[in-house]
């Protein structure tokens, strides 16, 4: 992966295999358990970690490109980080916890780098939330029941921070194209958190008021973007 990524200079960053393992105050066990390798965007823009709880059967030996790394064990070309900063921050620092990896790696898309999948590089990552949940219908109580260990904060972050990133990265063009699976993902969460979890509401305000900042760093990112609109679509699963 190395070697590829010296031969190949519009390689940005690289994605392990990044697998699960369980610490206790006795041992570490390592799983057979992929944690992921990498982000996929689908149209709904739903993020999925690739992979994540399923048992490692070689499935995912191929090197691929992907459309980006995880913020769990990430490795980056220097240069590419650097050509990625906005006002000088390479973070954006209101995605404080969660969406900050997303916001990054889109932006790596648009600035033309390449992000690729190696299987040969292996990391390991405790991802307790999560931990041996699949994500069969079987298992949806399940993962409310563990999402719920999430401080309730962290899960208003979650959401607002990803939006964030959307307002900050998609283009308008793409919207449109995908607005069918946008609107019904959008009023499906909207249903379970007013439901399930109704305090991440409370982000909905700051949401509003990070808007008119972020649609300025909006104009500076696409300003600067190599990627037009149908180049980014397909990645849009």
Sequence with gaps: ??????????????????????????????????????FRLLRSRRLLNVGHVEEDRGQYDQEIEIFGVEGAVPFFRREALESCRINGKIIDEDMFW???????????????????????????????????????????????KQRRQIPIHKRGLDWRNKRL??????????????????????????????VIEPSVLLEVLKFIKLIPKTLRKRRTVLAQAKLDSQAMQKWFK
């Design 1 to 38: 992966a190395v070697e590829n990524a010296e031969r190949d200079p519009h390689i940005g960053a690289i994605q392990s295999k990044t697998m699960q393992y369980h610490l206790s105050t006795s041992h570490v066990e390592r799983l057979n358990i992929i944690d992921t390798i990498g």
């Design 165 to 194: 990133a959307r307002l900050k990265n998609d283009y308008w063009a793409n919207v449109f194209h995908n607005l069918p699976f946008i609107l019904h993902r959008e009023f499906m969460e909207l249903v379970y958190i007013v």
């Design 98 to 144: 969660y969406g900050d990896d997303l916001d990054l790696v889109w932006r790596m898309h648009l600035y033309g780098w390449k992000q690729i999948y190696s299987p040969a590089v292996i990391a390991y990552h405790d991802r307790s939330t999560t931990k041996g949940v699949s994500r069969t219908w079987q298992d949806y109580f399940s993962r409310i």
